[in-house]
């Protein structure tokens, strides 16, 4: 089990490194060619297009073997790199200052963060019993931890003597690695093969299965709670995330120079995570109470203090705070809140907050900030102000369903979780 959950490990650290060498690069071209007034608009086509993407992968998931998928995917991802880079190299700043290509590029990284990484999961909850999973997950998240840390390093010292360009040559090199694990994995291990999809169950799945888990969010208390959790921290996030855009626009003119302060900023936020594995996530997690509340009330200091003095350094603090807890102490919480369900809420209703409901909030911040511009311009203190209700929202339900989790997991009531409605 050791060497099966470090491998694991290891491709996920190639997946999560690939990622924040491609966030430094999609952030530096938005804000020094079209500026961070853009970001809520090509946020919105990016949820759009994630939206799209998601629908086609959903059809697609049972016509393929699972390395093929695994693997297929992340070599496509690979080549389409590659091509970007190619472009650039050709025809340099004359197409990369052009509109369609920062927005192509800003939305290739966010179909990045959504599928492959989805893939990666899909994949090792699929080849790992659970008993394998509750002792090994750990491990194969810290791997993806470190793998944060890794890119934000390469970007942070790389990014201005290469250009941020050239750091789509290492994630080509990452992709291509990555598909190498998953046959690597498959040929070492044998897992047993996926059962095949029966015709007759087909048109259960896409947009019919989504719906199927949104019918279970409805009726239940418990998960309406954990959408409302999920919405208030992606409107806090997506609102903090600009509010931070803003700070690096107006301090750093230089496109290579910004990539790398993103770089330097992500492996900063990679490392708080990996303390907050190590130390906070044994402490706090068997306390759901407690661990659900601690992130948003960071969050809320960290805003605070951006809002009161918005300066590269609180910048820095807030995505840490976020990013920090967010990968570490929030995630690993949040997925254990799904343990006491049935397996629709499980399967289709988690399927659906984590591919619909995430994506719809991501859009509904995004179209609120263009509110934002309209009435107050790009304005620090409007944005944070409207985070910080987000937080007052998050932390609410946050305790709500401390304390309701804490009931539905007694024995005496754990079979009545499902019908737990209003």
Not at 25 to 48: C, I, Y
Not at 114 to 135: K, L, Q, S
Not at 189 to 203: C, G, L, V
Request: with cysteine.
């Amino acid at each position: 089990m050791r060497s099966k959950a470090a491998l694991l490990a290891a491709w996920f650290f190639l997946t999560t490194a690939n990622l924040w060498l491609l966030k430094p690069v999609r952030t530096a071209s938005l804000l020094a060619h079209l500026g961070s007034a853009e970001t809520p608009w090509v946020r919105l086509a990016s949820a759009f297009t994630v939206g799209v993407v998601v629908m086609i992968y959903s059809r697609l998931i049972d016509r393929a073997s699972r390395v093929a998928i695994a693997a297929g995917a992340n070599l496509t991802c690979g080549a389409i790199l590659a091509l970007v880079w190619s472009a650039l190299a050709l025809f340099g700043e004359t197409l990369g200052r052009t509109r369609p290509f920062v927005w192509s590029l800003y939305v290739l990284v966010d179909v990045y963060a959504v599928v492959i990484i989805g893939i990666f999961w899909t994949y090792a909850n699929d080849v790992m019993t659970r008993e394998e999973a509750d002792a090994s997950y750990g491990t194969v998240g810290l791997g993806g931890i470190l793998g944060g840390i890794g890119g934000g390093v390469f970007a942070d010292v790389l990014a201005k003597p290469l250009g941020p360009e050239n750091l789509l040559v290492a994630c080509v090199v990452l992709s291509v690695a990555s598909a190498g694990l998953a046959v690597f994995y498959d040929r070492r291990f044998h897992p047993p093969a996926r059962a095949a999809q029966k015709p007759k169950e087909e048109p259960r799945e896409g947009f019919a299965s989504a719906l199927e888990g949104l019918r279970a969010i409805g009726a239940s208390r418990y998960l309406m709670l954990v959408v409302a959790i999920v919405v208030a921290y992606e409107f806090t996030a997506t609102l903090t995330d600009f509010s931070i855009n803003i700070v690096f626009e107006r301090t750093y003119s230089e496109r290579a120079v910004m990539a790398k302060m993103y770089g330097r900023l992500g492996w900063i936020a990679s490392a708080a995570a990996v303390l907050a594995q190590l130390f906070l996530v044994p402490v706090l997690l068997p306390r759901k109470r407690i661990a659900l509340v601690v992130p948003p009330l960071v969050m809320a200091v960290g805003a605070v203090g951006l809002m009161i003095a918005p300066v590269i350094l609180w910048a820095m603090i807030l995505t840490t705070a976020d990013r920090g807890l967010n990968y570490s102490l929030h995630q690993v919480t949040k997925e254990t809140l799904y343990v006491p369900l049935t397996d629709v809420e499980k399967y289709k209703a988690k399927a659906a907050i984590d591919m619909i409901v995430d994506r719809a909030a991501k859009a509904a911040a995004a179209l609120v900030i263009v509110a934002v511009i309209a009435t107050a311009g790009l304005s620090v203190t409007a944005t944070i102000a409207i985070a910080l209700v987000s937080i007052l929202v998050w932390t609410g339900a946050s305790l709500a369903l401390g304390r309701l989790y804490s009931r539905t997991t007694r024995p005496a009531v754990r079979p009545s979780l499902a019908g737990d409605v209003r």
